[in-house]
């Protein structure tokens, strides 16, 4: 039986996430105990700030305390024209950590077209063939999932990633029958190319669930916030402005209640006009 270890508490960073905290608690949870009958997707969307990486991070904490066996890559802007840079980032620590017979086993008759784009085996001179490619990972990572289950398999930034990834995340996803694997994907809106936009949507569907937006700070948790971080005594007008002036972003708050911690600022309403002059050069303005 798996030992189940205590999660610690979530940071600063995921304040008032309460609800999407306690979905994650809940899929997890599904995962473990094989209340179901195939795996399942998450798809987490936010603005910069937002805290879709932290609330990623804390996915990793809660899963891996159920012993879950977890994967995770991410996105890079500059790096979204790199073919399958993404899902080699995600499997090549599990494949390297294979003894090269085990890889070639795991990876069957597909090694040598699947191998070369995971960075294990030699591309030769042979142009390799993108659909055969995706396939093959398909059916290495259905393999590689039933020794290391139950598995998380978590990309961020996804928004950025490679397309070789993004097709091969979306005909995997269809293909989630009798595995006990969990796909967390977190992007921002609106930052995709069309295509991989399309391939995101793909994936979304695959979720049988509504995308897990993530909302700013209401004025009431930014207060709260401002309050735990700052003291009880911050006042109401001056939580406010701290709210106002950050638009309720969380990341944003986070960063600046820290600088007016560390200047002394008395939490105010008296200091409105040195919170925004703070805040601006915060910003860079």
Not at 39 to 46: D, E, F, K, P, Q
Not at 255 to 267: F, H, I, Q
Request: charged share 25%; glycine share 8%; net charge negative.
């Amino acid at each position: 039986m798996t030992e189940v270890r205590p999660v610690a508490a979530a940071p600063a960073s995921l304040w008032e996430r309460d609800e999407e905290l306690a979905a994650v608690e809940r899929v997890v949870d599904s995962l473990c105990a094989g209340r179901t009958s195939s795996g399942s997707v998450l798809v987490i969307r936010a603005e910069a700030g937002f805290g879709k990486t932290a609330l990623l991070a804390e996915t990793r904490r809660i899963a891996e305390a159920r012993g879950c066996t977890v994967w995770s890559a991410r996105g890079g802007e500059t790096l979204r024209s790199v073919p399958f840079n993404v899902v080699r980032q995600l499997l090549q620590p599990a494949l390297l950590s294979l003894m090269p017979e085990e890889a070639r086993e795991y990876l069957g008759d597909w090694y040598d077209i699947a191998g070369p784009a995971l960075g294990i085996a030699d591309p030769g001179e042979r142009q390799a063939d993108p659909q055969g490619v995706c396939d093959g990972l398909v059916a290495a990572v259905r393999r590689l999932a039933r020794r290391d289950w139950p598995l998380v398999l978590m990309v961020d930034d996804a928004h950025w990633a490679d397309q070789e990834t993004l097709r091969w995340l979306a005909a995997f996803v269809e293909r989630l029958d009798d595995l006990s694997v969990l796909v967390v994907v977190a992007r921002r809106p609106g930052e995709a190319t069309a295509e991989s936009a399309r391939l995101l949507e793909t994936v979304a569907s695959a979720a049988g669930r509504p995308v897990t937006d993530l909302s700013a700070l209401t004025p009431d948790g930014a207060a709260g916030l401002t309050r735990a971080t700052l003291g009880e005594h911050a006042d109401a007008p001056f939580c406010r402005e701290v709210w106002a002036v950050t638009g309720g972003n969380p990341y944003e708050t986070v960063e600046l209640l820290a600088k007016v911690r560390d200047s002394g600022m008395e939490p105010g309403e008296g200091s409105a006009n040195e919170l925004r002059e703070l805040n601006r050069s915060a910003r860079g303005g």
